[in-house]
Nanobody, 123 residues
Framework: QVQLIESGGGLVQHGGSLRLSCAGS????????MGWFRQAPGKEREFVSA????????YYADSVKGRFAISRDNAKNTVSLQMNNLKPDETAVYYC????????????????WGQGTQVTVSS
């Protein structure tokens, strides 16, 4: 069983930065592709970024390219999302998720989810 715990959310001003972390536990979590998703009130959960199990392949939503960076440390079973130049409309609960094999942009393809961490960007 894979368990995921996010941390690093908080309140930041427009243009500010935050670094989210996701700690995974389980016998093979470092062999899972990992994704970050976000969900704002009244909206569907949307893809933000994903990384292959090896860390060699990364994927980003068009809206965050050039501002967000995903990385992972398999020795520590952690995945991070560095978010720069944040915008108010990026206020949401951010979730990390895990799935075996290849990364995917579709939230329904992920088997395991964390509880989420709130990111609030003030204008």
């Amino acid at each position: 069983q894979v368990q995921l715990i996010e941390s690093g959310g908080g309140l930041v001003q427009h243009g500010g930065s935050l670094r989210l972390s996701c700690a995974g536990s389980g016998p093979t979590v470092n062999k899972y592709a990992m994704g970050w998703f976000r969900q704002a009130p009244g909206k569907e959960r949307e893809f933000v970024s994903a990384i292959s199990w090896s860390g060699n392949l990364t994927y980003y939503a068009d809206s965050v390219k050039g501002r967000f960076a995903i990385s992972r440390d398999n020795a520590k079973n952690t995945v991070s999302l560095q978010m720069n130049n944040l915008k108010p409309d990026e206020t949401a609960v951010y979730y990390c998720a895990a799935r075996p094999f290849a990364a995917d942009r579709r939230p329904g393809e992920y088997n395991y989810w964390g509880q989420g961490t709130q990111v609030t960007v003030s204008s």
